[in-house]
């Protein structure tokens, strides 16, 4: 999704590899195809749940591929995530908060952060949260599907994040990159909402009628840990997202 929409974004100017054009696993073939270029590395394992099962897998790719693309760019952007605090703090998480993830996936992220931190002095680390687009599986299409095909839905209500249009990220991804901002920055869709409080908005937004009922996060196991609270803001000035809500709207109104 994310990487679509910095190609469309950048235009002419970028160049994008496919998983299956280069595996940032490979560190030769990294250094070869990147060769001293600013990098926005939007390469990432992003399965959270499968991360339990498939540890290795995820470390080889949000870590040990995040430091061969650090090793080979000039200038590096790393794109991380909400999942590398623990999601117990009240308050939005701000960029000087201690990390502490509670998954797999979290650990490789932060792990990535690190890997990318040490292998490049020119990085950029940017945590989004909750992100939709176009091109990748994600939570709107999830619900319009199962919209469609049910009467009744349970949606989990005591988990809050900021949704972020990838269209809207790419965006100041982009124009970071451009810049000479180092260290980490938060760059997430203005507000927050709960999981049930977004899917909510969805169907009002795409007219269906299935009945939504909130959960508890211990009514719906998953394999991963999810953070209570996952709202990120920017305590360094970091570029403003529109509100999640219009994040949506540009979503729906592209995928119609």
């Known amino acids: ?34 060769g001293g270029a600013t990098v926005i590395n939007c390469a990432a394992y992003t399965n959270v749940d499968g991360a339990e099962s498939e540890p290795e897998a995820a470390h080889a790719v949000n870590a040990e591929g995040a430091r061969n693309v650090a090793e080979a760019a000039a200038r590096v952007v790393y794109v991380s995530t909400d999942y590398v605090f623990d999601g117990t703090k009240r308050d939005p998480y701000l960029e000087s908060d201690e990390t502490g993830p509670i998954q797999e996936y979290g650990h490789s992220k932060l792990e990535g952060e690190r890997a990318t931190a040490g292998a490049n002095d020119d990085h950029l680390v940017v945590r989004s949260s909750w992100l939709f687009g176009a091109g990748g599986r994600n939570f709107v299409e999830t619900m319009l599907a199962l919209g469609r095909e049910r009467d009744e839905l349970l949606v989990v209500d ?99």
Request: charged share 25%; hydrophobic share 45%; aromatic share 6%.
């Open 1 to 34: 999704m994310l990487g679509q929409d910095v190609m469309r974004v950048a235009g002419e100017r970028a160049v994008g590899f496919t998983h299956a054009e280069l595996d940032v696993t490979d560190a030769a073939a990294v250094r070869e195809a990147l």
């Open 158 to 256: 005591d988990q809050t994040g900021s949704p972020t249009f990838t269209g809207h990220l790419a965006e100041a991804l982009v124009g970071l990159a451009d810049g000479e901002e180092r260290g980490v920055l938060h760059v997430a869709g203005a507000g927050a909402c709960s999981w049930f409080e977004f899917a909510r908005t969805i169907f009002e937004r795409a007219g269906l009628d299935a009945e939504l009922r909130p959960c508890t996060t211990d009514e719906f196991p998953r394999p991963a840990r999810r953070p209570a609270n996952s709202v990120l803001e920017s305590e360094r000035g970091a570029p403003a997202l529109p509100a999640w809500q219009d994040g949506l709207d540009a979503y729906l109104g592209v995928r119609a």
